[in-house]
């Protein structure tokens, strides 16, 4: 059984100041960081094969400090950005409002389409889980890309998927039937300041 662990980059000051963020290359904060190292410490008695990553700063930058207890390099996969939000990106809520009206969302603006996100994932995912048939798999990747994933693995279109934190780890299990099922959900027990890790 193929295992593999989605994991949302960590915490950047845009995501504070609850900014769009697509694929701007904006680095982790000193708490995205923190985050970072936190999660690694939770990996340094599990056995990982392998450790793909966006290419963007701040999920590769987790990435890398998974690496460092690991000891598996990272692989850059460009199918595994952030999706695309064209104009909006670096803008608030209110300022896409101000700038565009209420009606922002149904603009074109320059934003990759669910459909173009949805043809790299799956095509990155497909060869993942090809060359890495029962193995355990890490990827870190972005938090809009990550909701279109795990509604499509697991045919569920509902709000439940959105909302992920940073670092947070969710384990999805690849069957004997081909389909996918989720073990863990957005979980952050790294973070919680009495855990031992």
Partial sequence: MTTIAFIRHGETDWNTERRAQGCKDI???????????RLSER????????IYASPLKR????????????GLPVIADERLREISFGETEGTTEAER???????????????????????????????????????????????A??????????????????????????????????SWKCELFNCQKHLEETATI
Wanted: glycine residues 6%; negative net charge.
């Fill in 27 to 37: 680095p982790l904060n000193d708490k995205g960081i923190y985050q970072a190292a």
């Fill in 43 to 50: 990996l340094i008695d599990e056995k990982w094969d392998v």
């Fill in 59 to 70: 999920a590769f930058k987790t990435a890398e400090a998974l690496s460092g207890v690991t």
């Fill in 97 to 143: 409002v101000e700038r565009w009206g209420e009606d922002w969302m149904n603009l074109d603006l320059g934003r990759e389409t669910n459909e173009e996100a949805d043809l790299r994932w799956r095509a990155v995912l497909k060869e993942i889980t090809v060359n890495h048939k029962n193995q355990k798999v890490l990827i870190v990747t972005h938090g």
């Fill in 145 to 178: 890309l990550l909701v279109r994933i795990f509604k499509d693995l697991l045919q569920d279109k509902t709000d439940q998927w959105y909302g992920l934190n940073n670092t947070s780890f969710s384990i999805f299990q690849l069957t004997q039937q081909d």
